[in-house]
């Protein structure tokens, strides 16, 4: 099996990038790429302490945890296991496996280029 794209993150010359969630490209300075990182680990450090026995529901990121970015929504939407993102007004949805591994692959980006 490939994975649904080729890469999360693409580095521009400018200090930016091309981030790729799901069926959708935008264009990201770095600052908003941590922000979109820290906004999933949330959401999913608020998963973990679901019940499995009790009905899943929808997880948003805390607002603080956007506070000052381009980011208006990050949120965990279990009855379709997806994302529901906003950035600069543009909205989508990606599966949760790949909005987890976009932000694994851009944190390991931010990691080794900070």
Do not use: C
Not at 37 to 58: C, K, L
């Amino acid at each position: 099996m490939t994975h649904p794209f080729h890469s999360a993150y693409r580095a521009l010359p400018d200090g930016g990038g091309v981030l790729n969630v799901g069926q959708t490209e935008i264009v990201i300075n770095l600052p908003n790429l941590a922000v979109f990182v820290a906004a999933i680990g949330d959401v999913e450090a608020q998963r973990v302490h679901d019940d499995p026995q009790a009905p899943q529901h929808t997880h948003a990121v805390r607002p603080e945890v956007i506070e000052g970015s381009n980011w208006s929504r990050v949120t965990y939407v279990a009855e379709r296991n997806t994302y529901a993102v906003t950035f600069l007004g543009v909205s989508w949805e990606a599966s949760a496996p790949v909005a987890i591994a976009a932000a694994a692959e851009a944190k390991a980006y931010l990691e080794t280029n900070q």
